[in-house]
Antibody, heavy 128, light 111 residues
Framework: QLQLQESGPGLVKPSETLSLTCTVSGGSISSSSYYWGWIRQPPGKGLEWIGSIYYSGSTYYNPSLKSRVTISVDTSKNQFSLKLSSVTAADTAVYYC????????????????????WGQGTLVTVSS | QSALTQPRSVSGSPGQSVTISCTGTSSDVGGYNYVSWYQQHPGKAPKLMIYDVSKRPSGVPDRFSGSKSGNTASLTISGLQAEDEADYYCCSYAGSYTFQVFGTGTKVTVL
């Protein structure tokens, strides 16, 4: 059974870069059937998609975060990572990683469909 | 990028049915049949309940059903049970630029 586990610092200072890693176990990250995504949830608020990476390395980011986000994949470690730069208190949230099934291929993109499974989430607080 | 609109809360008594709406635009919900629904209990990770508008993953009770009309998708819980009390989020593919958008979330209360 596929499992995902987030890891990284729980406290980041304002203006610094938030870095998280998601380790995938029970399956290979190198499959054309899936994207690998990051989603966050500020305390008491809703879910926000951050970005996703396809097995080929193609990345797609939330337009509102695009200038600060980098998602990468390390197939040798079966991991993918998130970097969010210039963080502020507004970036305080529980960060989830999730596998996202890849749907039909269009001329432009392979359409991402549902997120399943999810990691348990990790709380990152931005504070000095 | 605007979140899909969901009612803040819905409630029902055990055994009743409740329906949660998820309203978007022709660029997301209305343009594609790639709407999914997630259940989230407090302190837990979201769980996939419905995908591709109306399909249920293995293990999800058949009292959960999904549908779509125009720019609005809906999740219906029939025969409401105490364990269905949770937050529910919709999510839709939104084209090759915006890519993915979640709903604002709905709290379901079992009275």
């Amino acid at each position: 059974q596929l499992q995902l586990q987030e890891s990284g610092p729980g406290l980041v200072k304002p203006s610094e870069t938030l870095s998280l890693t998601c380790t995938v176990s029970g399956g290979s990250i190198s499959s054309s059937s899936y994207y690998w995504g990051w989603i966050r949830q500020p305390p008491g608020k809703g879910l926000e998609w951050i970005g996703s990476i396809y097995y080929s390395g193609s990345t797609y980011y939330n337009p509102s975060l695009k200038s600060r986000v980098t998602i990468s994949v390390d197939t040798s470690k079966n991991q993918f990572s998130l970097k969010l730069s210039s963080v502020t208190a507004a970036d305080t949230a529980v960060y989830y990683c999730a596998r996202q099934t890849a749907g039909p291929r269009t001329a432009v993109v392979v359409i991402p469909v549902w997120f399943d499974p999810w990691g348990q989430g990790t709380l990152v607080t931005v504070s000095s | 990028q605007s979140a899909l609109t969901q009612p803040r809360s819905v409630s029902g008594s055990p055994g009743q049915s409740v329906t949660i709406s998820c309203t978007g635009t022709s660029s997301d919900v209305g343009g594609y049949n790639y709407v999914s629904w997630y259940q989230q209990h407090p302190g837990k990770a979201p769980k996939l309940m419905i995908y591709d508008v109306s399909k249920r993953p293995s293990g999800v009770p058949d009292r959960f059903s999904g549908s779509k009309s125009g720019n609005t998708a809906s999740l219906t819980i029939s025969g409401l049970q105490a364990e269905d009390e949770a937050d529910y989020y919709c999510c839709s593919y939104a084209g090759s630029y915006t890519f993915q958008v979640f709903g604002t979330g709905t709290k379901v209360t079992v009275l």
